[in-house]
């Protein structure tokens, strides 16, 4: 499982099979998961939305999946930052 997670996030030259391998990966990590598509979404708009205070991200480069293992789920984030925001504390 661990390696197709670092397929997942390798992003050198993927040609269009892959995508769809990977694409296919990760719907059936979510229904394994029981987790609808539209709860993944919503995690991802909600992630985006608190890390936006912090940091400037590329959102089209932006990966979250699940992982699956036999006795627990993990949220995997791949989130390429571009900038980070100077924030005054009050």
Known sequence: MFDAVLKLLNR???TSKDIAKDR????????RANISPEI?????NDIIEVISHYVDI???????SLENDSDSVA???N??????KN???K
């Open 12 to 14: 050198n030259h993927k």
């Open 24 to 31: 296919l990966k990760v719907v059936l990590i979510h229904d």
């Open 40 to 44: 993944m979404q919503s995690i991802k």
């Open 58 to 64: 590329d959102k089209s480069e932006m990966e979250i």
């Open 75 to 77: 949220l995997l984030a």
């Open 79 to 84: 989130i390429p930052i571009t900038r980070i």
């Open 87 to 89: 924030i005054r504390r």
